[in-house]
């Protein structure tokens, strides 16, 4: 059955032991919370908290993103405009708000690592 399941899907054998690897090698990840110096421990609460703020900035997006494409979609008789990319000042301005907060992000890590 995974058998012809890889056939359809068009999925080699060796991608799924190649994404299973990990679980095979079974290793133990308890040792990265193990510490040999206060040096290591800085880091962490610093990146749970970039997690929870990045990840909260993910759900937002994506949560924008599958609103536009249900309010704007071809079958609510909106017609389709054709354009090439951004064109208009505004346009390239939030196509540039993804890189922008990419270099707030670096910003505060690197601030904040160097600080002290």
């Known amino acids: 059955m ?4 890889c056939l359809r899907a068009k999925v080699f ?6 994404a299973a690897a990990p679980a095979l090698a079974r290793a133990d990840s308890t040792a990265s919370t193990a510490f040999a110096t206060a040096a290591g421990r800085e ?3 610093m990146h749970g908290y970039f997690m929870v703020f990045l990840t909260v900035l ?4 994506f949560a924008i993103t599958i609103y536009s494409m249900a309010k704007h979609r071809k079958g609510s008789g909106d017609q389709v405009n054709r354009f090439a990319g951004p064109t208009g000042t ?3 301005l939030w196509a540039m708000v993804p ?3 990419l270099l707030f992000v670096d910003y505060v890590l690197f601030s904040l690592h160097f600080a002290g």
């Open 58 to 61: 993910f759900v937002v997006i």
């Open 2 to 5: 995974l058998h012809r399941f």
């Open 99 to 101: 890189f922008a907060i």
């Open 43 to 45: 880091p962490l609460p």
């Open 90 to 92: 505004v346009q390239w």
């Open 13 to 18: 054998w060796s991608g799924l032991l190649t």
